[in-house]
C-alpha cells in the first residue's frame, strides 16, 4: 500500500532541505514523490482525482507519527494512551481541527498500532494554513504540566470503572493473535491505579524516545508550499 510508504516530514519553519526519493509508477496510479526533509520528516505527495464541494477542490492531508498505541515493555501501563490524549487536545491539533471544521471540511484522528496523527480534507485553499499547525504539531513536543493534567484525567475517565475480566482476557487474546507477526508485544489496557501514577516526567520520556521529527510523516493529495 502506498500510504505505509515512508513519509515526509514538515515543522513550522518550512522545508530546511529535501532528498527526493524516486519510486516506481504503476501505469494505473498517479505520479508519486516522497521527500525528506533536512529534519527527518517524510512527506509523500499523493495526488489524486480532486473532489468538488460546492465548486470548491478538496486537498487531504495526513500528518502524524510512526507509533502507535503499543504500550511496549519499559514503559509505564497507559502511557501510549495518555500520548495520544495529549496530542489531540494540543492546541495544533485543535486549530488544526478548527481550520477544518470552519471551511467546511472534515477531520478525523488516527489511532493504530503502526500509526497515531489526523486526517483532514479541506478546500485546497487552506492547505497552507493547515500546513503551518501541521508545523507545530510535528515540532518537538514541550509537555504543558495543564494539558498533561487534563489528558490524564481524560484517560482516568475511560479506564474508570469495574474491570471486566472476561473482556481483558478477549482483549488479550485477539491482540495477540494480530501481533503475532510483529515485533513488539500486547498489552492489556491500564488499570485506574496504574493511570494515577502517570507523572510528566513519564511522558516527556516518552515523547523524547519515541516522537522525534524521524518518525514523523506527512500525505498530501497536494502540493506544499515551499
Not at 27 to 38: D, F, K, N, Q
Request: net charge negative; hydrophobic share 40%; aromatic share 8%.
Amino acid at each position: 500500500m502506498l500510504l505505509l510508504m515512508p513519509v515526509l516530514l514538515v515543522t513550522g519553519s518550512g522545508v530546511q532541505g529535501t532528498v527526493r526519493v524516486a519510486r516506481p509508477q504503476s501505469a494505473e496510479l498517479p505520479s508519486t514523490t516522497v521527500e525528506r526533509l533536512a529534519n527527518g520528516v517524510r512527506v509523500i505527495h499523493l495526488p489524486h482525482s480532486s473532489s468538488q464541494t460546492d465548486g470548491a477542490s478538496i486537498a487531504e492531508v495526513t500528518f502524524g507519527y510512526t507509533v502507535g498505541l503499543r504500550n511496549e515493555p519499559g514503559y509505564p501501563a497507559g502511557i501510549a494512551d495518555l500520548a495520544r490524549l495529549y496530542l489531540a487536545a494540543s492546541v495544533p491539533a485543535r486549530s488544526v481541527a478548527l481550520v477544518a471544521h470552519l471551511g467546511g471540511g472534515e477531520f478525523e484522528f488516527i489511532e493504530g498500532l503502526d500509526r497515531i496523527g489526523m486526517r483532514v480534507r479541506v478546500p485546497d485553499v487552506l492547505v497552507e494554513t493547515v500546513v503551518r499547525h501541521v508545523g507545530a504539531y510535528l515540532a518537538e513536543p514541550v509537555v504543558d504540566p495543564e494539558l498533561f493534567d487534563y489528558a490524564r484525567r481524560q484517560l482516568q475517565h475511560l479506564v474508570a470503572g469495574e474491570r471486566d475480566d472476561f473482556g481483558v482476557g478477549l482483549d488479550r487474546a485477539v491482540g495477540g493473535a494480530l501481533l503475532r507477526d510483529y515485533p513488539y508485544l500486547w498489552s492489556d489496557r491500564a488499570r485506574p491505579d496504574q493511570v494515577d501514577r502517570l507523572q510528566i516526567g513519564d511522558l516527556k520520556t516518552y515523547f523524547d524516545e519515541n516522537f522525534g521529527t524521524d518518525r514523523a510523516y506527512v500525505i498530501t493529495s497536494e502540493r506544499l508550499p515551499e
